[in-house]
């Protein structure tokens, strides 16, 4: 069973897209593949989606949440101001670490999703030749006549001539059969 926080997230959805893929073909070669694909694919925007969250809560506050109630500060705007300038100066250091955490992951991130597309480009590119091999190999299989669309040569009985240097004229005919 799968669980998420993240509300944008539709697990029972994708456990249906799943369940799907293996009904369609459970023993296709490359399954595991395509399901590790599909993982990797709603882990990178579960990723994207946490990181979007981070950055929004990141930044120093600049007003005071409405719900929160302190005595004798909620009721003066001086010391609603004055506590969080105290506050955005104690986790500076803090807020400039996290934004270069959510930097560095979305580097990371961006660099899997690189990854994925080439590893992507050289399976299609492996599954052509692997294609184009097969059909060598069935072509090299079949007759002659099956596998090649090219005229083939009669045998005729008459013996065949190689012409020595000095049985050749000047125009490169054959003379005859060489002299005895």
């Known amino acids: ?13 994708l456990e249906r897209r799943i369940d799907a893929e293996l009904a369609r073909d459970p023993d296709a070669a490359g399954g595991d593949e395509r399901l590790a694909r599909l993982a990797a694919t709603v882990h990178a925007r579960a990723i994207e989606s946490q990181l979007n969250f981070a950055e929004q809560r990141s930044t ?3 007003t005071w949440p409405v719900d929160l109630h302190v005595p004798f ?11 969080l300038s105290i506050m955005s100066l104690a986790f500076h250091d803090q807020y400039e670490a996290n934004n270069a955490l959510i930097r560095s992951q979305r580097e990371m991130l961006a660099l899997v999703q690189t990854l ?4 992507d480009t050289l399976e299609s590119r492996l599954e052509t030749e692997r294609a184009t091999t097969r059909a060598q190999r069935i072509a090299h299989r079949l007759p002659p006549t099956v596998a090649t ?3 083939t ?5 008459s013996p065949t001539v190689i012409p020595s240097p000095s049985t050749t ?12």
Request: no cysteine; charged share 30%; net charge positive.
């Open 1 to 13: 069973m799968i669980r998420s926080r993240n509300p944008r997230i539709d697990v029972d959805e």
């Open 73 to 83: 500060i909620s009721s003066s705007e001086r010391l609603k101001k004055a506590l």
């Open 153 to 157: 040569v009669a045998t005729t009985a």
């Open 149 to 151: 669309a090219a005229p």
């Open 60 to 62: 120093p506050r600049s």
């Open 116 to 119: 994925q597309e080439r590893i």
């Open 169 to 180: 004229l000047r125009t490169g005919s054959v003379e005859g059969p060489p002299p005895s």
